[in-house]
């Protein structure tokens, strides 16, 4: 089964075992529908818990009552793990909308061609979500605005880039 990581467990939230997380989520949408999760380090790893209740707790976080986790003691022993579902509880997405899950291991190419390296991961940081490239021990990071992604082509595993002054080829900050 596929799966995709729908944010980090932070904190235990209240005494009754509910946990707050760090949502990758791009809006609130799926939260009703979930049913269950996999919490974990890994996915290989991950535990299965019925999901009682998930709503939103501001722009950047949810909460879940997980199955079996009754106390603040249980909630606070999942600090750290990340939830995961199954990619096919997702909802479609829009034409040129992309779950991060889609996007890593893609090429990462300049318009002018020059290759950059592969989507490591993705990450949010509030205003929008930066892309991790990397090409041997070189790393670039991106931000995922259209200004900088130009295109995606899931077909040809490629996405094209413009990069922005402070961000060429060459640059420390590489």
């Known amino acids: 089964m596929r799966w995709v990581e729908i944010g980090r467990i932070v904190r235990s939230h209240g005494l009754a075992g509910r946990v707050k997380v760090l949502s990758y989520l791009e809006s609130d949408r799926l939260l009703p529908s979930l049913t269950e999760a996999w919490i974990g380090r890994s996915s290989d790893s991950a535990k299965r818990y019925p999901i009682e209740n998930a709503r939103p707790e501001g722009r950047a976080h949810f909460s879940l009552k997980l199955g079996g986790v009754e106390d603040r003691t249980a909630a606070d022993g999942l600090r750290g793990l990340t939830v995961s579902v ?89």
Do not use: H
């Not at 291991?105 to 930066?130: H, Q, Y």
């Open 86 to 174: 199954p990619y096919a509880s997702l909802e479609p997405l829009q034409e040129g909308e992309y779950y991060w899950e889609d996007l890593i291991g893609l090429r990462v190419e300049t318009e002018e061609g020059n290759p950059l390296g592969v989507i490591v991961s993705i990450f949010p940081t509030g205003s929008n979500d930066v892309v991790v490239c990397r090409a041997g021990a070189k790393e670039i990071l991106l931000p995922a605005i259209a200004e900088v992604i130009r295109s995606v082509d899931m077909g040809a595993g490629r996405v094209v880039v413009r990069l922005l002054k402070g961000l060429e080829a060459g640059d420390d900050a590489l």
